[in-house]
Every structure is written in C-alpha cells, then in structure tokens.
C-alpha cells in the first residue's frame, strides 16, 4: 500500500482537483492522509467531504497554522503502507502516476523514487517545458540542483526521516540526507506529476528565496562558505529554469 501524505492551508481553489487525481489512480491500493493546517477558508470543508466520499481518505485538522514541515510529519506518522508518496493541494498526478512509479522503483530495488514534472499556471493552462528526470541522480547532482519536485516523490516508509522545521526548504533537506545514505535516487523520466505554477512563486522574493537555500545547505551539515557557493550554483539552476518554464507558455 502507498500512503500518501497531503498538507493544505487555504487551499479552497485547488484541493478538489488535487483529491480527485489521487482518486482517479488505476493503482487503487492508497491510503489518502489530508492534513489540514489551520485553513480560515472552506479547505476544511472539501476535506470532510473527501473523507466521506471514500474511506481510504482521513483528515487531520491542526487548530493554528504550523507549518509544512510539522504537517508532512504528522501524516508520515499516520502513515501504514509500504510506501510514503507526497502531493501537495495545489498539484496533480496522472491517472496513471502510481502504478508506472511503484513497478519503476520495486524493479530498480529504489529506496526512493521521482518522476519528471510538467508544469501548469494558475489558469490550467500547460507549459512546453518538462522537468526531466535522471535515471540515476546521485548526491553530488542533487547538490547543484533540486530537481525531485516534493509531489513526484515516493520513499519506502522505513528508510523516511523527519522533514526539518526552519526557514529553509524543508523537501529538499530530506532528499538530500536520504540519497547520500541510499548512494542514488532513481528517476522515471515520465511527467507523471502536473505541477501547478502559482502567480506568487514567480514574483517571490529572490533573496527569501535564496536564503532559504542557504539555510537548507547549513541544516544538512555545511559551513557557510560552502554553503555560500553551493547556493549560488542552486541559484543558476533556479533562474534557467524558470525561464525555460515561462517560455513554455510563449
């Protein structure tokens, strides 16, 4: 079985689209574990119904916002299957993501797993460009660049860790960690995962941005020099790839 860990806040626009992919997947052996972190708008709601519409669905509710980090952690404790898969409330799978991924990783013996990304904006509509996966992504790699989008991921459940709580990228953080131990991730070269680019990512602050970068670098056991350069090269990667993203929509 496959649990599959969702955290939402004020998702109310897209959490229903993101529901029913995983309900439409042709692998049907899931667990749906929604975590909702103190949302003021209906997300609350959509969930509940969700939960009744199908029994592999539960709902957590938090009282007051706490975070990504605490949210993913609270699901992955709930967590029963075999495999831990992630899908944030604004993206999407094909119907066909699961069953394509989990036959990919038991075949290479993967201890963890990701897909290509294809990307959306707030419209629906689709970019040219897709995130390709490497058939092999080893630490040195993923150092330069992130490119295991979190919702395309899946880990086997006793080799997961805690996601870190902090202003830096929290996902990231634990890919890291877990491929330098595993030696490699595997990756699917399918854009399995439709990732949904929000107006508010692309006029984000770019030294948040970049600090949060830092900040991952640090938490995972970096000196801020190396830090520091391993930033800037992250930095490169983040900017060619917006712009190869945004002239998808061209």
């Known amino acids: 079985m496959v649990s599959i860990v969702m955290p939402a806040f004020n998702a109310e626009k897209t959490i229903a689209a993101s529901i029913e992919s995983v309900i439409a997947q042709t ?71 699961l069953k394509k991924q989990l036959c990919f990783a038991e075949t290479e013996n993967a201890i963890i797993s990701y897909t290509s990304t294809a990307y959306i904006n707030e419209a629906g509509e689709k970019s040219n460009y897709i995130l390709q996966a490497k058939p092999m992504l080893n630490y040195r790699q993923l150092l330069r660049k992130n490119i295991m989008s979190c919702s395309s991921v899946i880990i086997r459940r006793e080799k997961m860790i805690d996601f870190p709580k902090g202003d830096m990228h929290e996902d990231y953080a634990v890919w890291l960690q877990i491929v330098k131990k595993a030696g490699q991730a595997h990756g699917l070269d399918e854009p399995l995962l439709i990732y949904r680019q929000s107006s508010s990512s692309w006029s984000g602050n770019r030294v948040k941005s970049a600090k949060m970068i830092f900040n991952t670098y640090c938490a995972v056991g970096f000196n801020r020099i190396t830090s ?18 945004k002239r998808g929509w061209v």
Do not use: C
């Not at 003021?40 to 509940?48: A, C, G, M, V, Y």
């Not at 539960?58 to 980090?69: L, P, R, Y």
């Open 228 to 245: 520091l350069v391993l930033t800037f090269l992250y930095a490169i990667h983040s900017v060619s790839k917006r712009l190869k993203i």
């Open 27 to 97: 692998y049907m052996d899931w667990e749906l574990i929604i975590i909702d972190d103190g949302s003021k708008d209906s997300t609350p709601q959509l969930i509940l119904d969700a939960v009744e519409r199908d029994k592999r669905i539960q709902g957590i509710t938090f009282e007051h916002n706490k975070g990504i980090a605490a949210a993913r952690n609270t699901g992955i404790k709930k967590a029963k299957g075999e495999w831990i898969a992630f899908l944030d409330s604004d993206d999407l799978w094909t119907e066909d993501k």
